[in-house]
Structure formats: C-alpha cells, structure tokens
C-alpha cells in the first residue's frame, strides 16, 4: 500500500507561484507513473499534470501547459509540481495519486490523500 500526503498548498495572489509536494510511504513508487489532480469547489476531481517512472515524460492538461511543470526525486519517493503565473481558476485542492493510462491521467488508488489547498486571489 503507498501512503501519499500532499503539501505546500497556500493563499497566492494571482500571477505568483508555488510548488506543491508529494512525500509516498509504504511501497516504492520509483516504477510507476505519477499525476497531479485537483478538485475545486463543486467540481469533479481532474487531472492535472502526470510524469513517468523515470522523468522521461510528462503529460498536463492543457490549461496548464507552460505554465505547470512536474518532476520527481524517485531517492526521496517525492513527486513535486512547481505551478507558476497562477490564476484564479487554479484554486482547488490538489491530490497526488499512482497514475496509470497512455498518459497517465488516470488514478488508480482509491483512497485519496488529504490534499492540499491551493487557493489564487485576482
């Protein structure tokens, strides 16, 4: 069982910027995918941003593209997502999760973490 816990979410005005973290317990993650989803206010949960096993590719939804970039450090099992030129519309609370799919924009543990909120002021 990997054990996900999520930080680094805050209040930013708009046009700044934050870096999210993602520290996994429990089973490796260092051979498998990770993403990036989020959830805001009387919204469905959507996927954000995925990464491979190795770094060698990422995937974003297109919203954040240019802006949004995942990494990860597989010796310290810690999946990052630096979020720059934020906008009002990224306010939501941000999830990791194993990632599975051709583009690994699907979840594939159940029992999400607590997240973190990230909250942009206009």
């Known amino acids: 069982q990997v054990h996900l816990v999520e930080s680094g979410g805050g209040l930013v005005q708009a046009g700044g910027s934050l870096r999210l973290s993602c520290a996994a317990s429990?089973?490796?993650?260092?051979?498998?995918?990770m993403g990036w989803f989020r959830q805001a206010p009387g919204k469905e949960r959507e996927f954000v941003a995925s990464?491979?096993?190795?770094?060698?590719?990422?995937y974003y939804e297109d919203s954040v593209k240019g802006r949004f970039t995942i990494s990860r450090d597989n010796a310290k099992s810690t999946v990052y997502l630096q979020m720059n030129s934020l906008k009002p519309e990224d306010t939501a609370v941000y999830y990791c999760?194993?990632?599975?799919?051709?583009?690994?924009?699907?979840?594939?543990?159940?029992?999400w973490g607590q997240g973190t909120q990230v909250t942009v002021s206009s």
């Open positions: 990464i491979s096993w190795n770094g060698g590719s990422t």
């Open positions: 999760n194993v990632a599975l799919g051709p583009q690994y924009t699907i979840a594939t543990i159940s029992s």
């Open positions: 429990g089973r490796t993650i260092s051979t498998r995918a």
